[in-house]
Nanobody, 114 residues
């Protein structure tokens, strides 16, 4: 299964973006899917995750601003990002966790700047 992200770009502070992660196969392959981000010079960190049954988890820094959802019909996971801040800048990676395996997308750049 391959994961392909899209939706990144340049946005002003306070703006919104929606990232998409399309899987080449069924996302039921993964018991959890998530979005990670990596800022320059920093470690990759978990932003949000969602399980097969729809339970979600968010980093404290994005809680209340970001929403992760999944559409099983089109094998896609989304990350709606609102009230973006400069510190949200980074490369955002889609991740899928399957028994014994981790899958990653190639990443999409998000830049929040005026």
């Amino acid at each position: 299964v391959q994961l392909v992200e899209s939706g990144g770009g340049l946005v002003q502070p306070g703006g919104s973006l929606r990232l998409s992660c399309a899987a080449s196969g069924s996302i039921f392959t993964f018991y959890r899917m998530g979005w990670y981000r990596q800022a320059p010079g920093k470690q990759r960190e978990l932003v949000a995750s969602i399980t097969r049954d729809g339970s979600t988890n968010y980093a404290v820094s994005v809680k209340g601003r970001f929403t992760i959802t999944r559409d099983n019909a089109v094998n896609t996971v989304y990350l709606q990002m609102n009230s973006l801040k400069p510190e949200d800048t980074g490369v955002y990676y889609c991740h899928g966790k399957a028994p014994g395996d981790d899958y990653w997308g190639q990443g999409t750049q998000v830049t929040v700047s005026s």
